[in-house]
């Protein structure tokens, strides 16, 4: 393996190379991005990779179905500005979301203003004592 002694490198030097190589290769493609003939190979690339690629697609969508939906639902009531009835009505979404860090800090610090989350229910007796639970809802 080759060992680089980091004192001789021009990081400088590295840096303007990069950044030129990335404004080189922006300008192509916003050349070539209207052209005809690359938008034919490029459909064609991406048709090919799709066909070759479905069952890994599919497999992917069923394994984060229910995150999915809780993204995309968490999205349409952000977009409405109704962000408190989302997490009022799908506190297990709100929940899901939240472990799974698909939130931006902005929206969990709003979202969790309102969140409460759910206690199971208790019983209406305590099943050793025999006594009333005071905590029950009737």
Known sequence: MLRVNMEHLDVDKIVRNYLAKRQYDT??????????????????????????????????YDANKELKCAYQQFGYYRKQGRLKEFVLRFPQRWKLLIDNDKLCEEDKNKGNEFYFPEEPETDDEDPDTGEKNPN???
């Open 27 to 60: 300008d192509r493609y916003e050349r070539l991005k209207n052209d005809p003939e690359f938008r034919a190979k490029n459909n064609e690339r991406s048709r090919i990779w799709y066909e070759k690629n479905r069952e890994k697609r599919l497999e992917d």
């Open 136 to 138: 029950f809802i009737y």
